[in-house]
Structures are given as C-alpha cells and as structure tokens.
C-alpha cells in the first residue's frame, strides 16, 4: 500500500520481500490440488479511506464481500481477496514488479542514501527506508545494523510484542461437517481458535480445512515437533472435520497479530530518512497495515517536500 501510494505520487520505490510471493501474512498454501489460505482468513474495511481501495480492488476482480458472518462473531462486511487471500497483495504489487526472495540483512545510512544488503551480495540504494516486517523483525534488523534510533523512541517501538499463531492445513477425502457459513471462531480459543473450510470459501477446489491454535497453545508448543502441534488441533477439530484426513502441514506464525499497538499510525525519524509501518501501528489487521502503510507514505513525501 505504501509502494503504491508513492508510486502514484511519482516516486519510484524499490520493494523487497524475502518471501517467494507477496502477501506476508495474507498467505495461501497449495497442496497438491487443494489451495489454502492459512495466515489471515478476511479483512474488514471500517475505515471510509480503506473502503475506497476495496471498492477499486473489487471492481478489478482482486477481492470480493465475504457474506457469511460466522456465528457468534461481530456483525461486520468481512472481505476476502480473490481468487485466495494472496489476490489483492499480488494486484498491488504486479505495476509495481518487486524483487522477491531478497531477504534484507543490512540497512546502512550514510547521511545521504540507505543501502539495503540481501542474500548473495545484492544491494538496493533509496533516499528513504520504510520497514514493514512485524515491528520486533524491523527493529532486529534495525539493531543487527547498527542504525541508532532515539532511546525513547527505541524503547517505545521495543515494548510492542506479538502474539504467536499455529496454523494446521489438512485436505479431506471429503467435505467437512463445519455447519454453515463453513468457518467458525471457538468461544474459548485453546487450543483450537479457528476452524474453516476452504473449498466452500471459494479457495480450494478440493476438501481442506485450516486450523488456527490460539495463543497460548501456540506459545507453549512452537518449537515442539510438527506431530505434537498438529495432533491436540486436528483432535480438537474432529467434530467439525467429518472425513477423513489426507496430507496435513502445520506452519508457525511467530509474530501473528501484535498484543498492543504503537502510539501512532507510523514512525517516522526524518533525519534518518527512515518510516517504520505495518499492523502494529495501524491496528493488528489487514485493514490498519494498509492503513499505516498509506500514512507512512505521506509522511516520507512531506518530509521530502520540506528538505527539498
Ligand atoms: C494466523 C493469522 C490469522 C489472521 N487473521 C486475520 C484476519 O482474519 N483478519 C485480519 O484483518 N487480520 C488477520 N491477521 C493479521 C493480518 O494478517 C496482519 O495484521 C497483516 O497481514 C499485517 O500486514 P503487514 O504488511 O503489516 O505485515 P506482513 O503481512 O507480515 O508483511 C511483512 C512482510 O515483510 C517481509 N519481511 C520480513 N522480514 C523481511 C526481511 N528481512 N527482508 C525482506 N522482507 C521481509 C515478509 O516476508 C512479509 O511479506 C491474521 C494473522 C495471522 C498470522
């Protein structure tokens, strides 16, 4: 969002991502025929400046309203990208032609210019660096860099920490006995916070399900081997599963949803040239990362239009 945005103002931004495809968080899985959206699920749009851009993206074929309110759940329009979760990060970022498996080591200033150095001696040179990652991966990288942020401001931006999720995909050999709308959030979320269905969403062509563990779960068990994660879930799904299971996967969110948020919408040090943006400023959602990524961007071009 924040590429785009300085795009559209005529910048040219560079964007990496050390991921094989974009998306972070909004990710989809295959597995043999069956597809799988196993990091967010939907997204809201309450805000007016966010549901404009849904809209566009509607329109475009790359999201679409999401009708089905899971019981128990906060009445809201939930979307969903098309054709799988990916489908409205790879709209924004196809004008934008990313370079994707370049996972960035090093950021260097040097009063002028950021460079940014990746994998196999690769670098990228900008006036500005904006971070995305989760906040604790921006500042590692930050750290490991040497880059010297103010301390309060530094100390302020450490306290935000994450909450872990475990993701379990599974295909059936047939449909799952989720009840309609065909996801469900649990009242009490351990272990098993989320069950759904990826064939009726629309996702997979075939039977497959994901299981999402709540936090504490995912806290007690993310470095225990794969059969000690995907067994108490898959167990704890097995009213709503009704068939039996073919492959199962289970992957570890380390920093799914932040357990408080930053003061502002972005962090900016102007005279570092450097923005830090994602859900931990604009709220731990889809909706408040675009957001922060949109204000990051304005404020990277006010800065610049003031020292120019
Ligand atoms: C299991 C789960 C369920 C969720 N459910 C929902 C939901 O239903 N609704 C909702 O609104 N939100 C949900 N969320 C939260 C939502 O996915 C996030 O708030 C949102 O996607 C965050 O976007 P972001 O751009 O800030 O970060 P991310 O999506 O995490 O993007 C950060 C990007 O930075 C890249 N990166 C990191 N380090 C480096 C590096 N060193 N070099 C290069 N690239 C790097 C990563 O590859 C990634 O692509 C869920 C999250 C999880 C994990």
């Known amino acids: 969002m924040a590429a785009r945005e300085l795009s559209l103002r005529g910048w040219t931004p560079i964007v990496m991502d050390k991921g094989r495809g974009v998306g972070g968080r909004m990710a989809t899985r295959r597995m043999g025929a ?4 196993h990091g967010a699920q939907y997204f809201t749009a309450r805000d007016p400046r966010f ?28 979307y969903i990208g098309l054709p799988t979760m990916t489908g409205v990060a790879k709209n924004l970022a196809a004008p934008l032609s990313p370079h994707l498996k370049r996972r960035a080591l090093r950021v260097d200033f040097d009063g002028d210019t950021w460079t940014v150095s990746c994998e196999e001696n690769e670098s990228y040179r900008a006036r500005w660096l904006l971070l995305t990652p ?17 301390t309060a401001d530094r100390g302020e931006l450490g306290r ?27 009242e009490d979320p351990e272990p098993l916070a989320l069950v759904a269905d990826n064939q009726r969403k629309g996702v997979s062509p075939v039977p497959a399900v994901t299981l999402h563990s709540g936090p504490e779960f995912a806290h007690d068990r ?35 949803k932040p357990k408080s948020l930053f003061a502002s919408d972005h962090y900016c040090h102007s005279p570092l040239q450097l923005a830090l943006a994602g859900d931990a400023f604009g709220g731990g959602r889809v909706e408040g990362a675009a957001l922060s990524g949109i204000a990051a961007a304005e404020v990277i071009i006010q800065h610049s239009r003031a020292s120019s």
């Open 34 to 37: 069956a597809r799988v959206d």
């Open 51 to 78: 549901r404009s851009h849904l809209e566009a993206w509607c329109a475009r074929g790359a999201a679409r309203i999401r009708q089905d309110a899971a019981p128990g759940t906060i009445p809201a329009i939930r």
């Open 134 to 150: 989760p906040l604790p991966q921006a500042l590692a990288l930050l750290d490991a860099s040497g880059v010297p942020l103010p």
């Open 160 to 186: 935000i920490t994450y909450e872990k999720c475990l993701a379990v995909m599974a295909t059936l050999t047939g449909p799952s006995r989720l009840p309609e709308p065909g996801w469900l959030r649990l």
């Open 222 to 256: 993310y470095d225990a081997p794969a059969d000690e994660k995907i067994a108490p879930l898959v167990a704890a799904a097995e009213p709503y599963i009704g068939a039996s299971i073919g492959e199962v996967q289970v992957h570890g969110w380390r920093f799914a």
